[in-house]
């Protein structure tokens, strides 16, 4: 089996460390990710500049572009052979809810999905679902046997990806494995203003405070939980229910 490897927290991030460890003895691994971190660039391409591929070992590139160029450029010109799944991550946070519109890390499991190739988005949710590294390289002895399991399915979910949340506990201390939907998350205060030093005024968006909503089978409230979240995704963001219903609300033009 024939795996890439990618992120949006750049080549020398500890989370891509453990998720290598984790997929080593599942096949053939290549790397190929970011030469900085790209975190919250969803889905973006660079158009204005060339990438430039820098060999760092066999099967081993960074990129000096976005977690989409990685994805796009391994499987279009560094990869001999297309990938049999792209793999994400692990991503330092929680990608969960209104995140994955964001995400770098979902974006590039996205990229491969758009290139036809089965993906995984995998995220450390961490302490209060925030980025709490202590317990990530405990998430290997997790996320190995979960990848074993999900990359051999008979009938892995075709147009599809699958957006993993790993909680913060000790291996030995994670529940189970919970199926879910999307959460829903609201940022509050997330627009910081400040003057730079000539005093004209700036802003800092990032920080503030987090509210979830959603049923019980939400993925926060399994990671709250205390179990793996896996949220099957994909591209089609057609609100079928508004086209079912259109007779309620459409007035031909």
């Not at 053939?28 to 889905?43: F, G, I, L, M, N």
């Not at 491969?112 to 709490?132: E, H, K, M, N, V």
């Amino acid at each position: 089996m024939r795996l890439l490897l990618t992120n949006d927290d750049g080549i020398l991030a500890h989370g891509l460390a453990c998720l290598l460890e984790a997929a080593e003895p599942l096949g053939e691994v290549t790397v190929v990710a970011p030469d900085r971190e790209q975190s919250a660039t969803s889905h973006s391409l660079s158009l204005h500049h060339p990438l430039r591929p820098i060999e760092r070992g066999e099967r081993r590139f960074q990129i000096d572009g976005t977690p989409t160029d990685c994805v796009m450029l391994a499987v279009e010109a560094l990869m001999p052979e297309r990938p049999d799944f792209v793999l994400s991550g692990i991503n330092h946070g929680q990608n969960m809810g209104e995140d994955v519109l964001y995400s770098g890390t979902v974006a590039a499991a996205m990229e491969g999905l758009a290139l036809g190739i089965p993906s995984l988005a995998i995220s450390f949710a961490g302490g209060d679902l925030r980025a709490d590294l202590t317990y990530l390289r405990e998430q290997v002895k997790v996320l190995n046997p979960l990848l074993r399991h999900l990359t051999s399915l008979p009938s892995f979910p075709r147009d599809t990806l699958l957006n993993i949340n790993l909680p913060p506990l000790p291996a030995d201390q994670v529940k189970g494995v919970r199926l879910t939907r999307l959460g829903r998350r609201v940022y509050s205060n997330s627009l910081k203003p400040m003057e730079d030093p000539w005093g004209r005024k700036i802003y800092w968006i990032g920080g503030g405070s987090i509210s979830w909503s959603g049923p019980e089978d939400s993925d926060f409230q399994a990671v709250r939980d205390g179990f793996v979240s896996v949220t099957p995704l994909h591209l089609d963001l057609t609100h079928y229910h508004m086209l079912e219903s259109a007779g309620d609300w459409w007035r031909d033009l």
